[in-house]
């Protein structure tokens, strides 16, 4: 019946008994089958992580323009990570980072969740990392 009909014979379910076959062209049913698997790769949001910099004498004004920029990319559904750098002498005070970092995860507690504390990541780098919670 599918040689008449020039189309192929297609088994859909071997593993039934009988065995399920149907008569379809195949080709086109490759071309659907891809061209429904990019479609749906196309509405799939990749997660970025995005960095915002901070120095442990950041400024209130450059801390809230930060902030707002924070809070925008984790509405979008991306990660943030947060750091401060030290440089010269100010690596021995490393409780005003702490306690940047802090106000930054405060101010951003209702559009995120600290996946990871403050942290040193070598000699001159305090890190932290947000996620954005789930939208209800």
Do not use: W
């Not at 859909?12 to 891809?34: F, H, L, N, S």
């Not at 401060?84 to 507690?109: T, W």
């Not at 942290?119 to 996620?131: A, C, D, K, V, Y």
């Amino acid at each position: 019946m599918a040689q008449d009909q020039g189309l192929d014979l297609v088994e859909i379910a071997p593993t039934a008994r009988p065995p399920v076959c149907k008569i379809m062209d195949y080709g086109k049913y490759q071309y659907e089958q891809k061209k429904k698997e990019r479609e749906s790769r196309k509405r799939q949001h990749q997660t970025q992580l995005k960095e915002v910099r901070f120095r442990p004498r950041t400024d209130t004004h450059d801390f809230e323009f930060k902030t707002k920029h924070a809070s925008e990319f984790l509405i979008e559904g991306n990660k943030v990570r947060a750091f401060v750098m030290f440089r010269g002498r100010e690596v021995i005070h490393q409780d005003q980072g702490r306690a940047i970092l802090d106000r930054f995860s405060e101010a951003l507690k209702d559009v995120a969740a600290v996946d990871q504390e403050p942290r040193m990541e070598g000699r001159r780098r305090m890190t932290m990392i947000l996620s954005p919670l789930k939208a209800k």
